[in-house]
């Protein structure tokens, strides 16, 4: 069981940038694969990007490669995406997720653990 929370959404302009965190509790972090999804009303919530158990390799959606960059540090167990250049279509809930697969990173059916979320708003 891994319990997580994320935190650094808020409201920024386009071209901005935002760093998001997700800290997770328990010692078993770094067994895990994790993920970001990201979610607008009415639709379905969407990959965006994932970090393997050790840091590499990572995995992103077309919609933000090459602006987006996911890490993570083990020794403080948290996960971090950082978005640069920001376009208002990237406005949705960012959730981060905890994975027991070795693969299927893109998957929603393939992360156990979820936070609840945190809101990130582009303004034009």
């Known amino acids: 069981q891994v319990q997580l929370v994320e935190s650094g959404g808020g409201l920024v302009q386009a071209g901005a940038s935002l760093r998001l965190s997700c800290a997770a509790s328990g010692r078993t972090f770094s067994t895990y694969a994790m993920g970001w999804f990201r979610q607008t009303p009415g639709k379905e919530r969407e990959f965006a990007a994932a970090i393997t158990r050790n840091g590499l390799p990572t995995f992103y959606a077309d919609s933000v490669k090459g602006r987006f960059t996911i890490s993570r540090d083990n020794t403080k167990n948290t996960v971090y995406l950082q978005m640069n250049s920001l376009k208002p279509e990237d406005t949705a809930v960012y959730y981060c997720?905890?994975?027991?697969?070795?693969?299927?990173?893109?998957?929603?059916?393939?992360?156990?653990?979820w936070g609840q979320g945190t809101q990130v708003t582009v303004s034009s």
């Open positions: 997720a905890a994975s027991n697969y070795y693969n299927n990173y893109e998957a929603r059916w393939a992360y156990d653990f």
